[in-house]
C-alpha cells in the first residue's frame, strides 16, 4: 500500500505522522514544492520579528524526523491527478503511483486586481520567500504600506513594527479584522494601533500602484497618493485546486470532503486549507486556520488507514497578537437570529468580552486583551453544554466563562 | 502507566496553598497569579474547584503547535512547552478546550502545568489531599476527557 500526500504545510505532515502511527507497514510519501525542510507559515511572523531564525519555523526540529518515521520525501509539484489510473503527473516529468492519495496543497495569497501589483517590492507575505523579500526591503525607518487589516495582515503588523519600519495599513472594510472583530473590537484594536504610532486608514482602497523615482506611489480612494518603500499584500488566499481542474475532484470553494474527509474521488482524501467541509454551526466552508489544518489532517489520515473518524465540523477560532493587544474570537461571534448576547466592555484596562448564545448554548464569541483560560470558550461552545443557571451568570458578566466550564464539567 | 493529579473538589477548603506552592516552584515567588493550578471558588455553593491540565492523551495544544514547541515527557507523560521552541503566538491557548494553556504576557511564552517533572508541588503543599499524585489514570481525568472529547473534531465512531 502505498499512501501519498500532497503538501508539507502542517496538514500534510500530521497526516503522514498518523498514518504511519497506525499504519507500520505501508509506503508514506510526502511531496511538497518548497524548498527546505517542511515549516509552518504561522512562524514567519517571528521570522520577520527577529525572533527566531529560519530553523524556528520548522514543523518539526529533528531533521532524521521524517526518516526515522519512514516517512519519503520528494520536493517537487504535482501538475496533475488522473483518478482513473490512480496516478500524478510530476513537474519533474515522472509520474507517480498511488494507493491512498491526500491533498494538502493549502492555499495561496490572491492578487487584487490592479495595476501595479507586480512591480518589485511589492510583495505578499505567505512563504518563506516572501519573507526574505520583505526582510531585504523592510529596514528600520523604511516606508511599508500595508495592503488589508485582516487576520494575515494584521498578525504581520506587528513583526513589521518591530523591525522599526515607518508602517501605514490601509483596508477597504470600514474597520480592522472585519471578520474576526465586531466593531467595537475592531475599534479599540485600530485606536490601538494609531496609539502605537501605525497610520490606520480605513474603508480606503488602493487603486494602482506606479514606480517613481524614490520608491513606489500608491493612489488611493479617498486620499491623497502616499510613497512607499516596500507594499506588503494580504488581501486573501485561496485554495490551490489548479492541478486538479481534469481530475473529476468536485471543486466548490476548495475541494469538497465529507465528514471523512473523502472527495468525491475514490481513494483520494483532502485535509487543511485546501478543503471546503463541514462548519461547526452546520453548512460547509473552507477553514483556513492552523488548528483545522491539523485536525482535518488527523481524521484523513485515520480513515486512509481503515479507522472510521467523523469530523464533527471545523469550528472557527483565531488569536491575534496586535501589538501587544490580544484579541481571541471563536465560532459564530456575530451571533444567530433570536440568540441573545452578553458583553462588557471595561475601556479603563483594555478588556472586552462579547457572548453569542442560542438558546442556553454558547455558540461563539470574542475577547480583547484577556488571556487567561481563553480556551474554555472552545470546551463551552463545542461540548454543546446546556448552560442553565449559568447563562443568566453569563448574561450578567461574560467573564466568567472559566468559571462556567469548571463548574459544568462533571 | 503514568500516575496523575487527582483532584477532590470536596476536600478542597480554598485555602491556596496549591498556588502559592505552584507559583514559587516555577517563578521563585509566592504569587498565585503565576500559578499553573487555579482554584475556583463558587460562594453561592461554598464549593472550591482545584483546575489544572489533564495531560490529555491525544492534545489539542500540542497538534496545533506550529512549531513542535509542546513535547511528551517520556517519564511523567506531561505534555511540556518547550521555551527554547515556542514563539508565543497562543494557538495552543485557544485549541485546548479546558482553558488550561495561558499566554504570559512578560516572558511572551505560554504556560501550562508540566507535573513539575513527577513531584508535582501542588499536591505536596496540599494540606486536606484535596490534590493528590496517583498511580494510574486517575477516573476524574478520564470523565474530564471524555467531556472534552466532545469537544474532538476527530471522535472516533
Ligand atoms: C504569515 C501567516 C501567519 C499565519 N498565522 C496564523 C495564525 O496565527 N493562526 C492560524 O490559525 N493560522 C495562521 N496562518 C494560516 C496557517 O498558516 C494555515 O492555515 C496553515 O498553514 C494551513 O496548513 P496546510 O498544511 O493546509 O497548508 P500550507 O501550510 O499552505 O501547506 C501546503 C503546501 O503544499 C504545497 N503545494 C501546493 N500545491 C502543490 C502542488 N501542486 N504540488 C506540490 N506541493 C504543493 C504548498 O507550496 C505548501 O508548501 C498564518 C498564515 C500566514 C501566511
Ligand atoms: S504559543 Fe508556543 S507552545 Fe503554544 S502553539 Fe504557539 S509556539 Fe506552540
Known amino acids: 500500500m502505498r499512501h501519498v500526500i500532497v503538501g508539507r504545510g502542517p496538514a500534510g505532515v500530521v497526516a503522514a505522522e498518523t498514518l504511519r502511527a497506525h499504519d507500520r507497514a505501508s509506503e508514506v510519501l510526502l511531496i511538497g514544492d518548497e524548498p527546505g525542510p517542511a515549516y509552518s507559515r504561522m512562524a514567519i ?19 532524521t524526523h521524517f526518516e526515522r518515521q519512514r516517512v519519503g520525501q520528494l520536493e517537487t509539484r504535482v501538475e496533475a491527478l488522473n483518478a482513473e489510473s490512480k496516478t500524478l503527473a510530476l513537474a519533474n516529468g515522472t509520474t507517480l503511483d498511488y494507493d491512498r492519495l491526500l491533498l494538502a496543497t493549502g ?94 486608514c480605513t474603508s480606503t482602497r488602493i487603486t494602482r500602484i506606479e514606480p517613481g523615482d524614490e520608491g513606489l506611489w500608491l493612489h488611493c480612494e479617498p486620499g491623497e497618493p502616499m510613497q512607499a518603500d516596500l507594499v506588503v499584500v494580504a488581501t486573501g488566499v485561496r485554495p490551490n485546486v489548479g492541478f486538479l481542474q481534469e481530475s473529476g475532484v468536485e471543486i466548490g470553494n476548495g475541494i469538497r470532503v465529507d465528514a471523512h474527509q473523502r472527495s468525491s474521488v475514490d481513494d483520494v482524501y483532502a485535509a487543511g486549507d485546501v478543503c471546503e467541509g463541514a462548519s461547526w454551526q452546520g453548512g460547509r466552508g473552507v477553514h483556513a486556520i492552523q488548528p483545522m489544518a491539523v485536525e482535518t489532517a488527523r481524521v484523513a489520515a485515520l480513515n486512509m488507514v481503515g479507522r472510521e473518524a467523523t469530523h464533527v465540523g471545523s469550528l472557527d477560532m483565531n488569536v491575534l497578537d496586535t501589538l501587544g493587544l490580544i484579541s481571541v474570537s471563536y465560532g459564530q461571534w456575530m451571533g444567530v437570529e433570536g440568540g441573545d448576547s452578553a458583553s462588557l466592555l471595561d475601556e479603563r484596562s483594555g478588556r472586552y468580552v462579547k457572548l453569542r448564545f442560542d438558546g442556553d448554548h454558547l455558540i461563539g464569541g470574542i475577547t480583547l486583551g484577556i488571556t487567561e483560560h481563553v480556551g474554555a470558550l472552545r470546551g463551552l461552545i463545542q461540548s454543546r453544554r446546556h448552560l442553565g443557571v449559568w447563562k443568566k451568570h453569563l448574561m450578567e458578566n461574560p467573564t466568567r466563562f472559566m468559571e462556567a466550564w469548571v463548574s459544568t464539567v462533571p | 502507566m503514568y500516575r496523575s493529579l487527582s483532584i477532590d473538589p470536596d476536600k478542597c477548603t480554598g485555602c ?42 491525544d492534545a489539542w495544544c500540542q497538534h496545533a503547535c506550529p ?71 486517575w477516573a476524574g481525568y478520564e470523565k474530564m476527557r471524555a467531556w472534552a472529547a466532545r469537544t474532538d473534531n476527530a471522535t472516533h465512531a
Open chain 2, 16 to 57: 491556596l496553598q496549591c498556588e502559592m506552592a505552584c507559583s514559587y516552584e516555577y517563578e521563585g515567588v509566592f504569587n498565585p497569579a503565576h500559578s499553573r493550578i487555579k482554584v475556583f471558588t463558587f460562594h453561592q455553593e461554598g464549593r472550591f474547584v482545584p483546575y489544572t491540565c489533564t495531560q490529555c492523551a
Open chain 1, 45 to 63: 511572523p517571528y521570522l520577520l520579528a527577529r525572533q527566531i531564525r529560519e530553523e524556528g519555523t520548522w514543523l518539526r526540529h529533528d531533521t
Open chain 1, 107 to 200: 492555499s495561496s495569497p490572491v492578487d487584487p486586481p490592479i495595476e501595479g501589483v507586480d512591480l518589485p517590492r511589492v510583495h505578499h507575505c505567505w512563504t518563506l520567500e516572501d519573507a526574505h523579500h520583505i526582510m531585504e526591503s523592510a529596514e528600520a525607518g523604511s516606508r511599508v504600506v500595508l495592503m488589508g487589516a485582516g487576520f494575515i495582515g494584521c498578525i504581520i503588523m506587528e513583526a513589521l513594527k518591530l523591525r522599526g519600519v515607518r508602517l501605514t495599513v490601509v483596508e477597504a472594510g470600514d474597520r480592522m479584522v472585519p471578520r474576526m472583530m465586531d466593531q467595537v473590537a475592531g475599534n479599540l484594536i485600530k485606536q490601538w494601533c494609531i496609539d502605537q504610532g501605525i497610520e490606520v
Open chain 2, 67 to 137: 512549531v513542535d514547541a509542546i513535547r511528551v515527557d517520556a517519564e511523567t507523560g506531561a505534555k511540556e512547552i518547550k521555551e527554547n521552541l515556542c514563539v508565543g503566538c497562543k494557538v495552543c491557548t485557544i485549541a485546548c478546550p479546558f482553558g488550561t494553556v495561558n499566554y504570559n504576557h512578560d516572558r511572551g511564552k505560554v504556560l501550562k502545568c508540566d507535573l513539575c517533572g513527577g513531584d508535582p508541588a501542588c499536591a505536596r503543599a496540599c494540606p486536606t489531599q484535596a490534590i493528590t499524585y496517583v498511580d494510574g489514570d
